[in-house]
């Protein structure tokens, strides 16, 4: 962690390739939103959201505001320079320099995508129904029309970990239906007929099965660091946000393709 208010990914990005994933750390709201929490849809106050904004602008140095998206775990995926910010999507994409695309989570696994070019980024709010329904997979779709030859890779930012995340045989049986070697993601719980998921897990398997196998991070537990982290599961419908961003600096040019 470069920054306490920012986790930065380890991954052999292009250098003009810019990326990083927020706390709860460092921020002006109150708890239980306390205190970097970046989303405007809880019920913390607005001016405390805004100015928290501002300094995730400021310490991150982005170079513009995020577009914020509308996130209701849906397989949408937008172009974050065509679009205005609230639009319902759960990933944006952009080949745009100073474009930040951007997700919220809090337990949810963010996504972020580039390719070895650094001509186009790509950020994903995957919880467990998106997942399931293909959100990765279509984001990764629109990103080959950019770009039909490129290599990719991809970070896995702070999610909640399969030793918290407990779910129902529905949320298994859902996941089987779609690909059954998923299997080796989920392992019974202590609680009868309820499981234990590793999001993590599900998420690579995704990426391997569309052809991409450079994939970082994934280390990071939102349940169990109360000290960094928002969690839902921990905390409730009271808890803040965090938010993983990804954009092309626009002070350096990216490799043509």
């Known amino acids: ?25 460092g921020g002006c709201s109150s708890a239980p939103y306390d205190s970097l929490n970046l989303g405007d849809h809880v019920a913390d106050n607005p001016q405390n959201v805004a100015k928290n ?6 310490v991150a140095q982005l170079p513009a505001a995020p577009v914020w998206l509308q996130q209701t ?13 609230g639009v319902n999507a759960d990933a944006s994409f952009s080949t745009d320099k100073a474009q930040v ?10 996504v972020l995508l580039t390719n070895q070019q650094g001509s186009v980024v790509a950020a994903i709010h995957a919880g467990w129904r998106g997942l399931a329904d293909g959100i990765i997979e279509a984001t990764v779709e629109k990103l080959r029309v950019q770009s039909p030859d490129s290599q990719w890779m991809a970070w896995l930012g702070p ?31 202590e609680n009868e007929g309820r499981w234990m998921a590793d999001i993590y897990t599900l998420a690579r398997r995704r990426l391997a099965h569309i052809g991409i196998e450079d994939i970082y991070g994934g280390d990071f537990c939102t349940y169990s660091n109360p ?20 954009w092309i600096e626009p002070s350096v040019r990216a490799l043509e393709i």
């Not at 990005?13 to 750390?25: D, E, L, M, Q, Y």
């Not at 904004?53 to 400021?58: I, P, Y």
């Not at 000290?227 to 990804?246: E, K, P, V, W």
């Open 227 to 246: 000290t960094c982290f928002f969690s839902y599961r921990r905390d409730g419908q009271f808890t803040g946000r965090m938010a993983s961003l990804i």
């Open 159 to 189: 999610a909640i970990s399969q030793s918290a995340f407990e779910v129902g045989s529905e949320v298994r049986e859902y996941f089987l239906e779609k690909e059954t070697g998923c299997a080796c993601a989920f392992i019974p719980s």
């Open 101 to 110: 695309c951007a997700v919220m989570t809090a337990d949810c696994l963010p």
């Open 53 to 58: 904004r501002q300094l995730l602008a400021q």
């Open 1 to 25: 962690m470069n920054n306490p208010l920012l986790i930065q990914p380890d991954w052999p990005a292009p250098a003009h390739i810019k990326a990083c994933c927020s706390t709860r750390i």
């Open 73 to 85: 775990h849906s397989t949408v995926v937008v172009d974050a320079a065509t679009v205005a910010a």
